[in-house]
């Protein structure tokens, strides 16, 4: 299946891209990871988002998409693949079919997990992290430390990312919508979209997701 994510901040993207990619045998491509590989591996690509980025300049699309393309073309995602973080514009989704039409496939759905606007703010606003150790995340009230302010895992300190206030979040919501709804409204003219609630535990919001795609994959 060839499978596009979406989701505002905070609905747990990550974490049920890399389920979901498991689930179906597919690899997870974020943009996030192609970023990474490409400065890296110190690829062109990555040399010329690397200029943009140090220039404090947003990389501009024809860069990401190249990237993806080059991606995309490798073995492993021949038969499939989840994308989380691209398309981001719709500019990039048009992008995007003009490169899969060329290979002859098409997209299967385009998975919308939606989340409330005030469960984000709660979600985000009471994420902890720990300073020696970015991966010991912790939640105020979903998943609080045993000891307020000390990471359970190696005594670290616990602290507040400033791109987790109220207020940061509410803004980065805004952007989401004013970028990414027009995406959701480009594909839902294709009749691909495919909403479902991430509430709940992540295992169920998995299993939600895995039913709707079949649904679609059916219909
Ligand atoms: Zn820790």
Redesign the pocket.
């Known amino acids: 299946m060839r499978i596009v994510l979406v989701g505002p901040p905070g609905a747990g993207k990550g974490t049920q891209a890399a389920f979901l990619a498991k689930n179906l045998s597919i690899p997870h491509i974020s943009t996030g990871d192609l970023f990474r590989a490409n400065i890296s591996q110190g690829t062109d690509l990555g040399k010329q988002a690397r200029a943009y980025m140090d220039a404090g300049q947003l990389v501009p699309d024809e860069v990401t998409i190249a990237m993806a393309k080059d991606r995309m073309s490798q073995q492993d995602a021949v038969n499939g693949f989840l994308l989380d973080g691209f398309p981001r514009n719709v500019g990039q989704a048009a992008a995007l079919d003009t490169m899969l039409l060329s290979e002859g496939v098409k997209l299967d759905a385009v998975l919308d997990l939606e989340v409330p606007e005030d469960e984000v703010v709660k979600r985000i606003a009471g994420r902890r992290i ?1 300073r ?2 970015s991966a ?1 995340v912790f939640h105020v009230t979903y998943n609080p430390p045993k000891s307020e302010g000390v ?1 359970d ?2 005594g ?1 300190e616990l602290y507040q990312r400033d791109d987790d206030t109220e207020e940061t979040v509410r803004t980065r919501l805004e952007v989401y919508h004013t970028q990414t709804e027009p995406i959701i409204d480009f594909y839902r003219a294709q009749g691909l979209v495919v909403t479902i609630s991430a509430l709940g535990k992540v295992t169920e919001v998995t299993e939600r997701a895995m039913e709707a795609l079949k649904k679609s994959d059916e219909g």
């Open positions: 720990c020696n150790d010991h990471c895992a190696c670290g």
